[in-house]
Structures are given as structure tokens and as C-alpha cells.
């Protein structure tokens, strides 16, 4: 059975930084990304990587999260910088065993397998 669980959130001052991990129970995947959900919120995709190893951003978190992934570790990460009070939410790792392709990595339906989350809270 596909298990992801991450680890990695907290309460951090605006400005601070967090690392997420995903450890994924399989190597296979062909589609990972991250998703967040705040109270009273839709989830959306924060940060996703395609079939072909491309990564896609929303824009709300670009050029201040970083999505990558360790296949030897079987763990997908997410570097956030520059943290704001609005980045605070529920974050869940997703994966699929099937191709995805480009921004696709950003939509909740690309994805079968998702972690419990780990919660971030930015804070002063």
C-alpha cells in the first residue's frame, strides 16, 4: 500500500524558513507535489514536479519555495523561504503512479496518494 508521510512543519516568525519531507513508501512515482489548506479555504497546489522532473510554482509562492526530490531517500521536499502569515496552513504531500505533465502537477485531481500533512504556521 502507497504511504507518504511528512514531517517538517512548525511555527516560524514572517521572513523565517522551513523544510518539508515527504517519505514516500515506492520510487515510482511519475507525479509529486505539494498541496496546503487553510481554515474556511479550498486546498490548493503550492508546488509540483512533472513526469519529465520539471517543477511548476503557484504564483503566490514563487521564487520563494523550492520543490525537489532525493529518489535514493524516496523523499520529495519543499524548501520555503520568506515565509508570510498567509503561507500558514495544513501542508499535504501527494504522489500518483501515473504521468503528469507541466502545470497538471498543480491540480488535486493529477493525484490518487496523499500524506496525513504536517501543519505551518507563520506567525509573529
Known amino acids: 500500500q502507497v504511504q507518504l508521510a511528512e514531517s517538517g512543519g512548525g511555527t516560524v516568525h514572517p521572513g523565517g524558513s522551513l523544510r518539508l519531507s515527504c517519505r514516500a513508501s515506492?520510487?515510482?512515482?511519475?507525479?509529486m507535489g505539494w498541496f496546503r489548506q487553510a481554515p474556511g479555504k479550498e486546498r490548493e497546489g503550492v508546488a509540483g514536479i512533472d513526469g519529465d522532473g520539471e517543477p511548476s510554482y503557484a504564483d503566490s509562492v514563487k521564487g520563494r519555495f523550492t520543490i525537489s526530490q532525493d529518489n535514493a531517500k524516496n523523499t520529495l521536499y519543499l524548501q520555503m523561504n520568506s515565509l508570510k502569515p498567509e503561507d500558514t496552513a495544513m501542508y499535504y504531500c501527494a504522489a500518483d503512479l501515473r504521468y503528469c505533465s507541466g502545470s497538471w502537477s498543480l491540480f488535486h485531481r493529477a493525484y490518487e496518494y496523499w500524506g496525513q500533512g504536517t501543519q505551518v504556521t507563520v506567525s509573529s
Open positions: 515506492e520510487n515510482t512515482y511519475y507525479c
